[in-house]
């Protein structure tokens, strides 16, 4: 049915209303998780500097 308006495509470019709220619930989502993070490094501090460790070591790996 190729002549159905609602793909993914024109849906997003007729209503910009929904894509500012999709990108504010996805924006409060992101805080979210940065908050959430934060607290479990806070907590748990031995597990946050392993991770911290483990993210370095891939880091240097890393073939650019």
Request: charged share 45%; no cysteine.
């Amino acid at each position: 049915m190729p002549d159905t308006p609602d793909d993914a495509q024109g849906t997003r470019a007729a209503d910009p209303e929904a894509e500012a709220e999709r990108r504010r619930r996805r924006a409060r989502f992101l805080r979210e998780l940065a908050e959430a993070r934060a607290l479990r490094d806070r907590v748990q501090p031995r597990r946050a500097k392993a991770a911290r460790l483990r993210h370095a070591m891939r880091m240097r790996t890393f073939r650019w």
